[in-house]
């Protein structure tokens, strides 16, 4: 069974940073290139970096380039998102899968990030 658990969110005020975490569990981690979403309310799931399957390669959204970096632990099985210089509208909740077009139909509970002063 697959399975995502996220976190690491909170509060945190404008200009400050954040680390999140996903272990993955319930299939070949390796096998898998690895990706982070986010929703913010009102408005549709989005990607926001992916990473290749030894994490040589990376992605990003062009609204977190420069700020955010994803980065994996194979042996661990988890993936990591983080975020610097965060801005109010980085507010969402953040989940991790694969890649899309190797995604998995379920997904964790996410986790929420709020960017507030």
């Known amino acids: 069974q697959v399975q995502f658990v996220e976190s690491g969110g909170g509060l945190v005020q404008p200009g400050g940073s954040l680390r999140l975490s996903c272990a993955a569990s319930g299939f070949t981690f390796t096998n898998y290139a690895m990706a982070w979403y986010r929703q913010a309310p009102g408005k549709d799931r989005e990607l926001v970096a992916t990473?290749?399957?030894?994490?040589?390669?990376?992605n990003y959204a062009d609204s977190v380039k420069g700020r955010f970096t994803i980065s994996r632990a194979n042996a661990k099985n988890t993936v990591y998102l983080q975020m610097n210089s965060l801005k109010s509208e980085d507010t969402a909740v953040y989940y991790c899968?694969?890649?899309?077009?190797?995604?998995?139909?379920?997904w964790g509970q996410g986790t929420q990030v709020t960017v507030s002063s």
């Open positions: 990473i290749s399957l030894a994490g040589g390669s990376t």
């Open positions: 899968n694969a890649v899309p077009g190797r995604r998995f139909d379920s």
